[in-house]
């Protein structure tokens, strides 16, 4: 069965410090893989979505970046974090295809920023 | 761009009574999907429409898509407290655009 890992479950970072937050899939090949960001009570925004190695689409202008250097990994970075980051970041991963898009999220990380 | 609206924003229901949630597109959508987040957890998937007019059950979920399939709508007969949580509608095919989702709480 497939699975999705995605680390650490919470973190607590200075204003101006990087970010690398990871998210890998096991048990399925050639995944679309997303980042999406949840403010408190708040609906997803979709930041960033892949549909292969090194193919990355950005949704948001902004101060993050993703990259996916491998099939089933997919890392979201900063270079120097801001208040406005502070949130709740969600990894997910879909089958590719148009008939089975359901996304299966991981368990995400709370980033406090201060 | 694409915007899927929901409402109620928040509702609170006594056990045992039906339960809502709408949601709106500006455009027609390929395909509506439903999550659950439960406090403190990610969403899960819960089940997708495609075909103009479907219905579909889940035990006590009923899931409808309009006509134009611009609309959708997930219904709860007889809440419980294990339905607590926010209900999201996304639309769209393999990005999704997700509604703003709607709180539900349960009193017992």
């Known amino acids: 069965s497939q699975t999705i890992h995605q680390w650490p479950a919470t973190l607590v970072q200075p204003v101006g410090s990087p970010l690398s937050l990871e998210c890998t899939v096991e048990g399925t090949s050639n995944p679309n893989l997303y980042w999406y960001r949840q403010a408190a009570g708040r609906g997803l925004q979709l930041l960033f979505y892949?549909?292969?190695?090194?193919?990355i689409s950005s949704e948001v202008p902004q101060n993050l970046s993703a990259s996916r250097p491998q099939d089933r990994q997919f890392i979201l970075s900063s270079k120097k974090l801001l208040l406005s980051d502070s949130g709740f970041y969600l990894c997910?991963?879909?089958?590719?295809?148009?008939?089975?898009?359901?996304?299966?999220f991981g368990d995400g990380t709370r980033l406090s920023i201060l | 761009g694409q915007q899927v609206m929901q409402i109620p924003q928040y509702q609170h229901v006594q056990e045992g009574e039906d339960f809502t949630t709408y949601c709106n597109s500006s455009t027609t959508l390929s395909n509506i999907q439903w999550y659950k987040q439960r406090p403190g957890g990610h969403p899960v998937f819960l089940i997708q429409l495609v075909k103009s007019g479907e219905v579909k059950k889940q035990k006590r979920l009923t899931f409808q898509y309009g006509e134009k399939k611009k609309n959708s709508s997930l219904h709860i007969t007889a809440t419980q407290t294990t339905d607590v949580g926010t209900y999201f509608c996304?639309?769209?095919?393999?990005?999704?655009?997700f509604g703003a989702g709607t709180i539900l709480r349960v009193k017992s």
């Open positions: 892949s549909v292969g190695i090194g193919q």
């Open positions: 997910a991963w879909s089958v590719q295809g148009p008939t089975k898009v359901a996304q299966h």
């Open positions: 996304a639309g769209g095919g393999n990005k999704l655009v």
